[in-house]
């Protein structure tokens, strides 16, 4: 459905623009926006180089089996149909670990990886488990304890004081996790 209306609302910017006489200025705003783009990527790059770097290092030492035994209770708690010492439970604290160090751009391989272990473990393939409910409801409410992806956009954008909106980040997912996990829960007992 995107796939139609942006190209149907450039195209109609562009004609509004040519006769309304300001089709210079859309083409200084493409130049403009394209320049933007390729800071903010270069910005991007750099950030999730340093921490996919870091997730893979831990992925290849004892870290992410420490991580993992430390989220065990919180992971029990909100997966309880996964195995313990199940690839899922491992690659979900992954995820958890990634989202809490705000890593979206590298969470997502971690969550897509997860969902699809889950899947084969799915007795009803059209149907999502209760994990896999909870685990996206987790992944939308992406608890952040360094809002990374954030920073580096205010940084990159010339703010003052880029990393001015920890304390925010921090209330507005850890608010959204308990709404989320709580409904979750509430619906797991009905359905």
């Known amino acids: 459905m995107l796939n139609i209306i942006w190209p149907v609302f ?17 083409s200084n705003g493409i130049f403009e926006s394209a320049e933007s783009a390729v800071q903010l990527t270069i910005t991007f790059f750099g950030t999730i180089c340093l921490w996919n770097g870091i997730m893979e290092i831990a992925k290849r030492t004892s870290l992410m089996q420490k991580l993992t035994k430390v989220l065990s209770p919180l992971i029990r708690f909100l997966f309880p ?5 199940s690839i ?31 899947q084969k473990e799915n007795p009803h393939k059209d149907t999502l488990t209760n994990s896999m409910a909870m685990f996206i409801v987790i992944n939308t409410a992406s608890i952040q304890l360094i809002p990374t992806n954030v920073i580096a956009i205010r940084s990159s ?35």
């Open 10 to 26: 450039i195209i109609i910017a562009v004609i509004y623009a040519f006769f309304t006489g300001n089709i210079e200025k859309v």
């Open 81 to 85: 149909e996964l195995k313990k010492g």
């Open 88 to 118: 899922a439970y491992q690659e979900i604290s992954m995820n958890v670990v990634a989202n809490l160090l705000g890593l979206g751009n590298a969470a997502t391989p971690l969550g897509l990886k997860a969902m699809k272990t889950m």
């Open 157 to 191: 954008l010339g703010s003052s004081s880029p990393s001015g909106i920890i304390l925010q980040v921090w209330v507005a997912t850890i608010i959204a996790a308990i709404v989320g996990i709580t409904a979750t829960k509430i619906f797991m007992k009905r359905f």
